[in-house]
């Protein structure tokens, strides 16, 4: 069975700074990999996903992330946050040999905080 | 881009009584749609996956009977909370997959927040 860590439950970060937050997934073969954002009350909105090819994803609002599979990761970066950052970050990871009914596994989630 | 729209967006009921969310896909025919439950401060878990004619397939330890899930239609997909208790409070998301995708892509409802009392 799929998992997914995400190390840090809460990071701060000042605006304009640089930010990665951290993903972990354990999977037999090369998963499908998802970064979705959660603002509060609301649901999910996909920043990104990794399926195969470049490692290095781009995705929407300057995010992107980098699919090592040596270390099973896929950390989300972007080079500088804005205040409207702020947000709960879900890194998923989704089965590919069953298609057409794709399970996905969360994990618990980092909530951003942004400081001036 | 794909829509998936839920409602009612927030619903207060009193326990012991039923209340239904619905959970549509706007601009596209979803054969597939998910129900997650979502504590606060936590991460979502998948309770059933919902596929259109059959019955519903539930994680392990969801209550099926508890829980009721109908997708009658390929843009409707229903979640009853049958005899709520107020351990049942929580934040009830819907996802579909768009065909139209490949890989498979989940589009997220906005989210259904459901408080017994």
């Known amino acids: 069975a799929q998992s997914v860590t995400q190390p840090d439950i809460h990071i701060t970060v000042s605006e304009g700074a640089s930010l990665e937050l951290r993903c972990n997934y354990s999977?037999?073969?090369?998963?499908?990999l998802f970064w979705y954002v959660q603002s509060p009350g609301q649901g999910l909105q996909l920043l990104l996903k990794y399926f195969s090819g470049d490692t290095l994803v781009q995705g929407i609002k300057g995010f992107e992330a980098e699919f090592k599979r040596s270390q099973s990761s896929f950390n989300l970066r972007k080079p500088s946050v804005h205040w409207s950052d702020a947000a709960e970050y879900f890194c998923?990871?989704?089965?590919?040999?069953?298609?057409?009914?794709?399970?996905?596994?969360f994990g618990t989630g980092t909530r951003l905080t942004i400081i001036p | 881009g794909a829509v998936v729209s839920q409602h009612p967006s927030r619903v207060i009921c009193k326990s012991g009584t039923s209340v239904k969310i619905e959970c549509r896909s706007l601009?596209?025919?979803?054969?597939?749609m998910f129900w997650y439950r979502q504590f606060p401060k936590q991460s979502l878990m998948l309770m059933a996956t919902?596929?259109?004619?059959?019955?519903?397939?539930?994680e392990q330890g969801v209550e099926k009977d508890k829980f009721l899930i109908n997708h009658a239609s390929l843009t409707l997909s229903t979640l009853t909370v049958t005899s709520a208790h107020p351990e049942d409070s929580s934040f009830y998301i819907c996802s579909a997959l768009d065909p139209r995708d490949y890989p498979y892509e989940q589009y997220f409802g906005p989210g259904t927040r459901l408080t017994v009392t």
């Open positions: 999977y037999g073969a090369t998963p499908y």
């Open positions: 601009d596209f025919q979803a054969t597939t």
């Open positions: 998923a990871v989704g089965a590919p040999l069953n298609f057409g009914n794709e399970k996905l596994t």
């Open positions: 919902s596929n259109e004619g059959s019955k519903a397939t539930y």
